[in-house]
């Protein structure tokens, strides 16, 4: 049984720094890359970050790029977000996502079989 775990989250003020922590167990070495996402009350999911499981690659949203650093240890079992200069606007559910299949927008969440419950994230100004 596949399982994702985040951890982290917590409620911080505008300016501060979190990180989070997605550990994946019970999973065959078979993932192509994981990402976080997040979801906001009445908005859509949104792709926040991305790592192939090579760690050659990382991709980023333009509202986080400069800001949040996507990572991951060196087994490979688990991914962090760093998340520095929070802004109120990125207050939401973080989840973590792993996915198999190669190819595809790293941004789309149909790309991912795998997530995690969420941890939330609260910035205040």
């Known amino acids: 049984q596949v399982q994702l775990t985040e951890s982290g989250g917590g409620s911080v003020q505008a300016g501060g720094s979190l990180r989070l922590s997605c550990a994946a167990s019970?999973?065959?070495?078979?993932?192509?890359?994981m990402a976080w996402f997040r979801q906001a009350p009445g908005k859509e999911r949104e792709g926040v970050a991305a790592i192939t499981t090579g760690g050659s690659s990382a991709y980023y949203a333009d509202s986080v790029r400069g800001r949040f650093t996507v990572s991951q240890n060196n087994a490979k079992s688990t991914v962090y977000l760093q998340m520095n200069s929070l802004k109120p606007e990125d207050t939401a559910m973080y989840y973590c996502?792993?996915?198999?299949?190669?190819?595809?927008?790293?941004?789309?969440?149909?790309?991912?079989?795998?997530w995690g419950q969420g941890t939330q994230v609260t910035v205040s100004s």
């Open positions: 019970g999973y065959a070495n078979t993932r192509s890359s």
């Open positions: 996502a792993a996915a198999q299949r190669r190819g595809g927008p790293w941004w789309d969440p149909n790309k991912y079989n795998n």
